[in-house]
């Protein structure tokens, strides 16, 4: 069952969606959205559990990239743009509904590694309050790269962990055998026939692009470095947000 999600919508031109990552919400996309609205008509969502979306009885990924197709109706396939967990949904989306196309912004879909850290951290994440909130922020510490200490404080305080809502969203990683979330991966990715772009802040290692592509053919990879070569971090739209909607652009172009 769907979940009506809180949009908003700027700009004109081809529709493109913004989907935001986990704890996060569409405001996370301010510094990029003035520089896609001059050409898109930029579709801001709250993924359910989020910002000012309700929260739901669950939180499948199929359930949650249906609520997006929804929200932004199929009259007019979108160019979705999502990041991390939106990454993933955006994935999810172009497997299950129509769209031109799909930047994935630092979410690697081979999810093995991530699961195994997951359910290594399962007694945290079901755990008390402060276990949980302990967990999380150290995760995305550990994901900084190069952003600055004051950047990287602001984004932290922005966020809105929220237990039940991460533990569902991540059943799959906590409650699943390796081999059906394998499984569902194979399946998404073999069922995405549009252009992907998967931009990366951090390193997805050297053997991620000839993994991605061999599943999804039509996928480029890139990982962006700051000037001293080193990772940009988790969120690269919003360390080099011009270069970013230059990049979106770009690849819009070419649909």
């Keep these: 069952m769907t979940v009506e999600l809180a949009t908003a919508v700027q700009g004109s031109g081809p529709r493109l969606v913004l989907l935001h990552g986990i704890t996060e919400d569409r405001t996370f996309w301010a510094p990029v959205v003035p520089l896609l609205t001059p050409w898109a008509s930029v579709v801001q969502v709250d993924l359910r559990g989020h910002g000012d979306s309700p929260r739901a009885e669950g939180y499948d990924l199929e359930d949650m990239a249906d609520d997006v197709a929804a929200a932004v109706g199929t009259d007019e396939p979108p160019l979705v743009v999502g990041h991390s967990l939106g ?31 997951v359910q290594q951290a399962a007694p945290l ?12 922020a150290a995760m995305f510490a550990s994901m900084q790269g190069s952003t600055p200490g004051d950047e990287a404080a602001a984004l932290a305080a922005r966020r809105r962990p929220r237990q ?17 979330l394998e ?23 050297p053997d991620y692009a000839a993994w991605l592509t061999a599943r999804i053919p039509t996928a480029v990879v890139e990982h962006w ?6 990772d940009l ?6 360390r080099e947000p011009e270069r970013f909607a230059a990049r979106v652009r770009a690849f819009a172009s070419d649909l």
Excluded: C, K, N, Y
């Design 225 to 230: 470095t700051d000037g001293t070569g080193a």
């Design 125 to 136: 994440l079901r755990g008390s309050t402060p276990e949980f909130e302990g967990f999380m």
């Design 164 to 180: 039940d809502v991460v533990t569902g969203i991540w059943t799959p990683l906590l409650d699943w055998s390796p081999g059906d």
């Design 183 to 205: 499984a569902f991966v194979e399946r998404t990715a073999a069922a995405v026939r549009v252009p992907v772009l998967s931009l990366h802040g951090l390193d997805p290692g």
């Design 87 to 117: 990454g993933l949904l955006a994935v999810v989306l172009a497997a299950r509904h129509p769209v031109r196309g799909v930047v994935d912004v630092d979410q690697p879909l081979a999810l093995g590694g991530l699961q195994a850290g």
């Design 233 to 238: 971090g988790h969120h690269p739209h919003l």
